[in-house]
């Protein structure tokens, strides 16, 4: 037996009759609704042709016209109406026949409604959209719908993705979700930094109005349940040098060691510079760099030697050799400063050990530029050659002389 629709409000009809309908008895309920809608707008047209027809042909009392006889004045009689009258009634047929032209086609057609938020899966997904699932399957997400793209702001890119969640002993849910994609420097790839979801059934009736939480921002984001997304973000400045770090992007990409931590916490060499220690990486083994320069001709420059992370990795030889540097041995380090009162900030690469600098060039933040920074030194006939460019990387080069 159908449900009766006469005491349904007319928002609840017009979801029902103009929204998807998954269902045999979503279809057929759409039917019923849209048919209740017309039902409603015809009453609605008769109610203004009747209001019409009593204006056009009104009834007069007219009960003060001298010289009428008896029958002129019965009510409802034919009245010879006054001019003053017919204007009257002229002018309020006009205005309802101006209103009713406007008014009447929208009661009877209640014309195109805005199209359902999730229309967006309606079309195929982008490449982009392929490669930004697997991001999703890395972070545990359950995809049933790959993810369609709503919006980009600042460093976030905003998806949307239909998810069914089965739990024990539970009934699934249909689940629709959104989530935020940044680019992640260390990977050097998108990763998945916030989701959340909300169920059909709310979202269609409510639309989504959340924040997601990411490393370079804080992402508003109100989507549904029609049109499409708006979007705002909130960026502190710490967020915007780990997304943008620039120079310092050797101190975002790779993290202190002990021993950096140790140079920062003492402030070896203040008393020597004047400057204090903001941050600093200690990046190449001199040692190191000396070693496997040995074997390269002195008329051919040597490959560019291998960062600290990864530099003792060629054999047990050379990792001892590293491992013995690290206490004290020289390294190639980077490293940003101040004067105590926090003015004259600058970037320096230098050779340091045990405390104490022993070679360096320092560039105040305002000079740097797109020049970067030049370092070079003599060691054991060996040139090294240490460039920290204006986008973050640090290479050596080394040079039999």
Same mark, same amino acid.
Request: a negative charge; glycine letters at 8%.
């Given at each position: ?17 103009? &929204? ?21 707008? #015809?009453?609605?047209?008769? %109610? ?41 009634? *002229?002018?309020?047929?006009? *205005? ?9 086609? @929208? ?13 967006? +899966?309606?079309?195929?997904?982008? %490449? ?32 949307? =993705?239909?998810?069914?969640? @089965? #739990?024990?002993?539970? !009934?699934? @849910? ?8 940044? +680019? ?14 909300? #169920? ?18 804080? =992402? ?42 140790? =140079? ?9 510079? %004047? ?8 990046? =190449? ?11 390269? !001709?002195?008329?051919?420059? *040597?490959?560019?030697?291998? !960062? ?58 305002? #000079? ?11 060691? &054991? ?11 973050? %990387? ?8």
């Amino acid at each position: 037996m159908s449900e009766d629709l006469s005491a349904v409000d007319d928002a609840q009809l017009a979801r029902w009759a103009y &929204g998807r309908a998954e269902t045999s008895f979503e279809a057929d309920r759409a039917q019923r609704a849209a048919q209740e809608l017309r039902r409603r707008a #015809e009453q609605i047209a008769l %109610g203004h042709a009747a209001r019409l027809d009593t204006v056009a042909n009104p009834i007069v009392h007219n009960e003060s016209a001298a010289g009428s006889d008896d029958k002129d004045r019965e009510i409802g009689g034919p009245v010879r109406p006054t001019r003053w009258r017919l204007m009257l009634a *002229a002018a309020a047929v006009g *205005a309802l026949v101006v209103g009713g032209a406007v008014a009447l086609p @929208r009661l009877l057609d209640p014309g195109p409604t805005a199209p359902s938020s999730l229309s967006v +899966f309606d079309r195929p997904p982008s %490449g982009t959209e392929r490669m930004l699932l697997a991001a999703l399957q890395n972070a545990g997400q359950v995809v049933n719908v790959s993810p369609r793209v709503v919006g980009m702001i600042e460093y976030g890119t905003i998806l949307a =993705y239909l998810s069914i969640v @089965r #739990e024990q002993d539970q !009934p699934e @849910r249909d689940m629709v979700c959104l989530a935020v994609s940044e +680019f992640e420097r260390q990977a050097q790839a998108d990763a998945i930094s916030d989701w959340r979801c909300l #169920e059909r059934v709310a979202f269609e009736v409510e639309g989504f109005s959340t924040t997601l939480l990411g490393r370079g921002g804080e =992402y508003d984001v109100e989507w549904g349940p029609t049109g499409g997304a708006q979007l705002d973000v909130r960026i502190t400045e710490a967020q915007r040098v780990a997304m943008e770090p620039g120079f310092e992007a050797v101190f975002v990409d790779q993290p202190a060691s002990e021993l950096d931590q140790l =140079y920062v916490a003492d402030q070896g060499w203040l008393e020597q510079t %004047g400057l204090v220690v903001e941050q600093l990486r200690t990046l =190449y083994s001199v040692e190191f760099l000396i070693a496997t320069s040995e074997s390269v !001709p002195s008329d051919s420059p *040597a490959p560019d030697s291998t !960062p600290r992370d990864s530099a003792t990795s060629d054999s047990a030889a050379s990792d001892s050799a590293a491992s013995d540097s690290a206490a004290s041995g020289e390294w190639v380090a980077a490293y940003t400063a101040a004067a105590i009162d926090r003015t004259n900030r600058q970037a320096c690469l230098a050779i340091i050990d045990a405390g104490v600098q022993r070679e360096s060039t320092c560039v105040l933040f305002d #000079e740097l530029g797109s020049r970067g920074i030049v370092l070079e030194v003599d060691r &054991g006939g060996t040139r090294i050659m240490a460039t920290w460019s204006s986008t973050g %990387g640090v290479s050596v080069m080394t040079v039999r002389t």
